[in-house]
């Protein structure tokens, strides 16, 4: 095996708010996974204020294992970067692609047998303004998208609340709202916007607050449905979310968690305890939307994903899945169904 990083920088339509950073562009490098002419592609992408490790030293991780390939397997390369996750995930993408393709299966259904043929989107909505915010909710619906998901916490708590009530107006009734504070409220503070929003119908609020505790917490007593996110970045860690019992959800980012085999066993903890995965892309390149398409067809959900987040982007290393009917259809084709183009390689 020999692999490769191919560096780039995509640059937003327009920047996305959170709690924690705004974020203009996204900086990463695409792993080129050659095992005897299969090339499996797999992707490297940290977040701004999310991210422990900045790109270079994740950069300089994934080089490094892939020095060690010729000598040792890849699940033993793979251990050694347990404690980098994105770059985990970006050498086990590649190699999960590898692997589907000489098994002459679609990623999907090399990760699960029966997975889904398409999976449903929600539109993340982070402008910063609301008149913006609520511009983009209309767009996201008129090409068909039935579930939306507005960034919270980086405003003024008034200016939030209404941002949802004219989301609500907006929308109607059949359309499903959900909301991401980003660990940006504190858990009274939260407990309290939660009940004034509640007569809006919100189908979950994902981190409302921050430390899985405190969202445990803030879920027993909210008449909102919450979900853990970026408090939970180990598989452990979702396990002991999700044994809290008061979570409704768990937002799962294959490229954050580690990789697709991660993904998989955080989905599959999830379902035992009747607890629901959402799988979540982080405005990663095509080839990282992708991979996180495929965990989430795997998983079997039929709730809305977000994994609709190329549009997003200026630019882009593929062309990535499109989104028809608020809706993706995962590649048949075997391995990832992604391509990067030639400017790329």
């Not at 200016?159 to 949802?164: F, G, H, W, Y």
């Not at 998989?264 to 305890?273: L, N, P």
């Not at 892309?281 to 959900?301: E, P, T």
């Not at 809305?304 to 048949?332: C, K, N, Y």
């Amino acid at each position: 095996m020999s692999l490769d990083l191919i560096p780039y920088e995509l640059p937003l339509r327009s920047p996305m708010a959170t709690s924690h950073a705004i974020v203009a562009n996204r900086r990463g490098a695409l792993v080129r996974l050659d095992d005897h002419g299969t090339i499996g592609w797999g992707d490297l992408c940290p977040m701004p204020g999310w991210s422990v490790q900045e790109f270079e030293s994740l950069h300089d991780q994934v080089d490094m294992a892939g020095l060690r390939l010729d000598e040792d397997m890849i699940g033993d390369v793979l251990d050694t970067l347990v404690g980098a996750p994105e770059a985990r995930a970006a050498l086990a993408g590649a190699a999960a692609d590898v692997l589907a393709q000489e098994a002459g299966l679609s990623l999907a259904a090399h990760l699960a047998p029966e997975p889904l043929e398409r999976v449903a989107v929600n539109a993340t909505i982070g402008a910063a303004d609301v008149s913006t915010a609520l511009t983009n909710v209309y767009l996201a619906i008129a090409n068909g998208i039935e579930t939306i998901k507005l960034k919270v916490a980086h405003r003024r708590v008034e200016e939030d609340i209404a941002l949802v009530e004219s989301a609500r107006r907006a929308v109607g009734d059949k359309v499903e709202l959900r909301l991401d504070a980003n660990g940006g409220w504190r858990a009274d503070e939260a407990l309290e916007i939660l009940h004034r929003l509640a007569p809006l119908d919100i189908a979950v609020c994902e981190e409302p607050t921050a430390g899985i505790d405190q969202i445990a917490a803030v879920g027993a007593e909210s008449p909102v449905p919450v979900a853990v996110d970026e408090s939970a970045r180990t598989v452990d860690d979702l396990r002991r979310a999700i044994a809290t019992g008061t979570v409704a959800a768990v937002v799962i980012k294959p490229q954050a968690l580690g990789g697709p085999d991660l993904a998989m066993q955080a989905i599959a903890a999830a379902h035992s305890a009747g607890v629901t995965p959402i799988v979540t892309s982080m405005i990663d390149s095509a080839v990282g939307v992708a991979h996180a398409v495929h965990v989430a067809a795997a998983s079997g959900v039929t709730a809305a994903h977000g994994v609709a987040t190329s549009a997003l982007l200026a630019t882009d290393v593929a062309a990535p899945l499109p989104v028809e009917d608020g809706a993706i259809l995962v590649p048949s084709i075997p391995g990832l169904g992604v391509r990067p183009s030639a400017a790329a390689r």
